[in-house]
């Protein structure tokens, strides 16, 4: 999931280049991590309220 949204993947406005290609996978593991240790990003949840609210009404 995080791949496909382009965390970790390097920007074209620091230069590019072998260094950020290589530490790029390391960025996307530490953001992976932080998501991980808080127990996502609370998407789920929203998506489950707004479904019974939605089928409440």
């Known amino acids: 999931m995080l791949a496909a949204s382009k965390i970790g993947t390097p920007r074209e406005a620091f230069g590019g280049g072998a260094g950020e ?3 790029a996978s ?3 593991d530490a953001h992976a991590e932080a998501l ?3 127990r996502g990003f609370g998407l789920s949840e929203h998506i489950f309220r707004s479904l ?4 409440d009404g």
């Not at 019974?52 to 089928?55: D, I, N, P, R, T």
């Open 21 to 23: 290609d290589a530490f």
């Open 26 to 28: 390391f960025i996307l």
């Open 36 to 38: 991980v240790s808080r």
């Open 52 to 55: 019974v609210e939605a089928s």
